[in-house]
């Protein structure tokens, strides 16, 4: 008898049968693989057409020049980490440590630019090479998401640089009237704020402008312990705050292009020189009057409109709230560290924080319903939110006259229409996380005695 032998189907990343659930993760992974690449390149193009360096060469000659950033490139470095045991941890840190210090000694022997960083930016490459070269299966996929997880946060900064780059190129009228008039319904918070950080000068200046610099490697820290199990599972969690962080400085830039604005510092204070609107902040309140678009240089971006210091900061508050207590203490004084500096400085008005958050828990919905699966629930409130930043663009932009001249009426509702995003994304939220927790098994009932037939 004549038998048919049977057909081994394909196996997949750990070794076994693909099934029809994992051929679509491969191919999202692909996919958003060629889009990420595209956008890259798309942004190289158009940084190189305006006479200066783009993401892709920026990020390459990092491996042998002085780095802009030493710091973010060991927080990429320490992503990448979350893959490897404790000892290959400890490999790669010193290996990364001692390529720095050979390094800082060859460029303090030439007279070259000193700076730190490149040892980490070799290491994470040497894992991409140990990935396809050693490694095979699951081993390998989850290494090069490591290495591919630590250089997107490196390039989620190189490309927000030239993006900055494009809005300050592309955009030479600036919405900044518009935005101070409205803000008048808020009782003009930069303005208040900027009078207390330079009274706290020079203490609370330094201060601020640590937090505000440094928040990506506060991101990073946070991220760190959301993925402190990933060497141990072997995988990594469907949602985390790399995600939302990388998705917000990719998205956002987008918004600047339609709304520009270059902050008060700048348009009403001594930053902006003869091209500022008046010699105003923090002093003097500017006049209300019929808003009208400004010419501005061509060298200030225009990043104001949303506020994605804030939409980052909102973002790493929400997902430390389920971190131990110093995890949750760091999130809750980063958020308002980070505040107190963008209106502190001049950089943002309160108008912008408020279109941040709103923005950030949007983006953030989006990303945690696309994880768990798309429902009813998750559409309902990414609608939500995308239907009020479109409307607080819209009020900045039409309306801001009629907000000046009613601020109690137009100020509580702007809170209002923030507050129900935020109650929104904090009742579904902790609605998904009721549906998605494992049942507890209940304890076997005792036996109940037969009672006696009399």
Known sequence: ?????????????????????????????????????????????????????????????????????????????????????????????????????????????????????????????????????????????????????????????????????????????????????????????????????????????HLLHLVYGQLPLAAALVGLYQLRHVAAERRFPSHHLVRTFLVIGLLGPAVYLVFPVVGPVYAYGADGGAWAVAQLWPDVLPRLGIPHSVPFDEVTPRNCMPSLHTAWATTLFVHSRRGSRAVRFAGAFWLVATLTATLGFGYHYGADLIAGVVFALTVEAAMRASARGWDRSGAVLVAHGTTVFAALLAAYRLLPVEMAEHPWAAGPLLVLATGSVVLGHVRTTRAWEREDAPAVPQPPKPAQPRPELV
């Open 1 to 205: 008898m004549k038998t048919t032998p049977t057909r081994i189907p394909p196996r997949g990343d750990g070794g076994w049968p693909l099934t029809p659930r994992r051929r679509p993760r491969a191919v999202l992974w692909g996919a958003a693989g060629a889009v990420t690449a595209g956008f890259l390149g798309a942004l190289e193009f158009a940084a190189r057409h305006y006479g200066v360096r783009g993401p892709l060469t920026n990020q390459a000659r990092e491996v042998v020049f002085a780095p802009d950033s030493g710091p973010l490139l060991y927080a990429g470095l320490a992503l990448t980490m979350v893959v490897l045991t404790w000892r290959q941890r400890l490999v790669a840190a010193g290996a990364a440590v001692g390529l720095d210090v050979v390094l800082w000694l060859v460029r303090w022997a030439v007279g070259a630019e000193m700076n730190f960083g490149n040892g980490a930016l070799w290491v994470v490459l040497g894992c991409a090479v140990v990935a396809v070269t050693r490694r095979t299966g699951g081993e390998r996929t989850l290494l090069l998401k490591g290495v591919g997880l630590g250089l997107l946060l490196v390039a989620g900064h190189k490309t927000g640089d030239t993006w900055l780059l494009i809005t300050s190129e592309t955009r030479g009228a600036v919405l900044d009237p518009y935005v101070a008039t409205a803000d008048h319904a808020l009782g003009d918070p930069s303005w208040l704020v900027g009078r207390f950080v330079h009274a706290t000068e020079p203490v609370g200046g």
